[in-house]
């Protein structure tokens, strides 16, 4: 176990409606990531950060922006959520302690509808 | 061209069967690999890592990595039934320390028992 809370677990909205997802660690760890899933693409990067308002932009950052006031809250939002967005969003952390490893959260089904 | 491929699945084998799992890449510059296990409905959790080329054995199960063929696999001895899970393989650069990760689709696994 990670230390990481995603909030919510599951949220269905309506197209064009604004959706943020909370990501929370407890374990004062520099690096998060958010991924989402799909079928037949694997798990994709969507942005990450290296420190307290510090991030940068994944392979599929269109359409999402995020944002970490805090070291322990890593926030993805849908500005203006759409039928393509519905997908499983994972959070994740960097653990240096052990190889500089990626531990996952246990994901956000969003459903767009 | 997808820079990890995966076949995924899904594979049905009977309870004790060795299992092989398998992954090529094509960016010479992966350094560092991992395997995922996920559970339905769950985030993934992290099986093995590896830096460099050989078989790393842990238990039941042996990541090998060749990297002069670009080409991971997973094995799985004396499968059991909750081996049951998605295999995802995945893999980065080691400069930087960004710790992004590139995933393969993933491999469905079924053990019958």
Redesign the interface.
Known sequence: DAGITQSPRHKVTETGTPVTLRCHQTENHR?M?WYRQDP??????IH?S?GVKDT?K?EVSDGYSVSRSKTEDFLLTLESATSSQTSVY?CAI?ETDS?????????SWLTVV | QKE?E?D?GPLSVPEGAIVSLNCTYSNSAFQ?F?W?RQYS??????LM?TYSSGNKEDGRFTAQVDKSSKYISLFIRDSQPSDSATY?C?MRVLSG?????I????TTLQVKP
């Open positions: 690096y990531y037949g693409h694997g798990l994709r990067l990450y290296y940068d994944g994972f960097k190889g500089n490893t990626i531990y996952f959260g246990e994901g | 990890v995966q995924p560092y991992m995922y409905r769950k985030g993934p959790e992290l890592y995802l995945a320390n960004t710790g992004k990760l995933f393969g689709q993933g």
